[in-house]
């Protein structure tokens, strides 16, 4: 499976975006998909992961309650909608696929895509 990132962008504090993680090959839909993220001189960091299925989800604390991700099989798409977007939210955003769903450690993804950048600000 290979993914491409989009939706990146310049937002104001408060504002949103809506990030998309599209994927070819006919296996998307067997793997679970997180999002990280990296900003300047920082670690990639975790930020959201969806069960294959869709039917679970898992949020890092600085995004709960403002991140949704989502994820549509039929459209070999998973989402990252972002509201009450904060200047430290700014990063580069990246999808990554795993079998394992709930690996919040970059290293045990299987494949990346590019990223997408998101700025926001103040």
């Known amino acids: 499976v290979q993914l491409q990132a989009s939706g990146g962008g310049l937002v104001q504090a408060g504002g949103f975006l809506r990030l998309s993680c599209a994927a070819s090959g006919r296996t998307f839909s067997s793997y679970a998909v997180g999002w990280f993220r990296q900003a300047p001189g920082k670690e990639r960091e975790f930020v959201a992961a969806?069960?294959?299925?869709?039917?679970?989800?898992y949020y890092d604390d600085s995004v709960k309650g403002r991140f949704t991700i989502s994820r549509d099989n039929a459209k070999n798409t998973v989402y990252l909608q972002m509201n009450s977007l904060k200047p430290e939210d700014t990063a580069v955003y990246y999808c990554?696929?795993?079998?394992?769903?709930?690996?919040?450690?970059?290293?045990?993804?299987?494949?990346w895509g590019q990223g997408t950048q998101v700025t926001v600000s103040s």
């Open positions: 969806i069960h294959w299925s869709g039917s679970r989800t």
């Open positions: 990554a696929a795993h079998y394992v769903f709930g690996s919040v450690a970059a290293y045990e993804y299987d494949v």
